[in-house]
């Protein structure tokens, strides 16, 4: 009987150690989130699946990289393939192999698109028109669509009547979140890729939305203001500080004198504005109208939104960048004129 009893908790512990090991096994392949989040991975040409395992390791994708281990020995792949993948986190070890071995052109990038910070809509237009292979002209024509506008204003919370404003240059300006963009169509159209830029520019102020409405604004009066400090900030150091400049300016209901705005007026570029300069007669020209130009100059980062939210309390009115883009803050014309005189450089 004894011995019995004692086979009978040997075996035990044994099941129950095939069990635990099973469940170890299963959880350790098993996706690492239920939540959806997708993560790009680039398989380089001539990886093994072991490589693979460890790039997939390194992304974050691998629960227990023993059990990924164990997972490919039990497994064999013929025809893993080398791209730049769409995956996500609620993915298990088999649906990534999978993707691999057999890629299905929804998970496969086949381009990027980059909006880079503090560009303007004919640099962004640029490069949608680079992937869609038509003119950046026909992109910015699609883009003042006012049928087109008028659904965007439906869809999207941050969108309001205030694009369509007959001063406004570009309707999209700062509204195009800046980031890389990978695209899985075969045959994207311009709509679908700036749906992308959008839903992330959406993505991005709701997190903010009640903070935004504490200061007054339309998130069309914030993205405004925020793409100036983008335009005019070098440094994300600075960006608070001058942010705090351009309030406090607002605050006394003195012009911004914003050379940025005036540069934009003129769709011009560069550092050096000349009197003649601020006399053009444009809502973006902050020399000549007092408070926010009329719309966003620019696209706006995220250190700049945050930025612009918690800027600095000061009681600095202007400010001068010296070449290197230092920034000296003054707090009276006169300081400022004496800080240009010893440090103009343009």
């Known amino acids: 009987m004894k011995n019995k009893k004692i086979i009978y908790i040997i075996g035990g512990v044994i099941i129950a ?35 693979m395992l460890d790039t997939l390791d390194e992304a974050g994708l691998v629960n227990n990289k023993l ?30 192999f999978s993707i691999f071995e057999n890629p299905d052109v929804q998970y496969i990038v086949l ?14 237009a640029q490069s949608f028109a680079d992937i869609l292979n038509i003119s950046a002209d026909e992109v910015i024509k699609q883009w003042d669509n006012q049928d087109y506008l008028q659904s965007l204003i439906d869809e ?6 205030s694009i369509l404003d007959a001063d406004i240059l570009y309707p999209l300006e700062g509204y195009l979140y800046p980031e890389t963009y990978y695209i899985t169509e075969l045959e994207p159209d311009l709509k679908s890729m700036t749906k992308l830029a959008l839903d992330m520019m959406d993505q991005q102020l709701s997190a903010y939305q009640d903070d935004i409405e504490k200061m007054g604004w339309t998130p069309h009066q914030f993205l405004t203001f925020a793409s100036i400090v983008e335009r005019e900030s070098l440094f994300d150091e600075d960006r608070p500080k001058i942010a705090g400049v351009f309030m406090n300016r607002l605050n006394k209901d003195m012009l911004l004198q914003s050379d940025i705005t005036v540069n934009y007026a003129w769709q011009r570029t560069g550092v050096d504005v000349s009197v003649a300069h601020t006399q053009i007669d444009s809502r ?39 070449e290197d883009g230092t920034v000296i803050y003054s707090r009276t014309y006169e300081e400022h004129q004496k800080v240009v005189e010893e440090n103009k450089w343009y």
């Open 17 to 51: 150690c095939i069990i635990g090991i099973i469940i170890f096994y299963n959880h350790g392949i098993s996706a690492v989130s239920s939540k959806d989040e997708e993560v790009i991975v680039t398989i380089e040409s001539g990886s093994t699946a072991s490589q």
């Open 67 to 96: 059990c990924g281990e164990i997972f490919l020995k039990l497994n064999h792949f013929d025809h893993l393939q080398a791209n730049t993948y769409i995956l996500n986190k609620n993915m298990s070890l088999s649906d990534i």
């Open 111 to 124: 381009s990027r698109l980059t909006i880079k910070e503090g560009t303007t809509i004919p640099e962004v």
């Open 156 to 161: 999207y919370w941050f969108i309001d009547e």
């Open 284 to 322: 973006y020209n902050t020399y000549k109208y007092t408070g926010l130009p009329v719309g966003p100059i620019s696209t706006v980062s995220k250190v700049t939104i945050e930025s612009c939210l918690n800027y600095e309390h000061h009681d600095y009115y202007y400010f001068f960048a010296k």
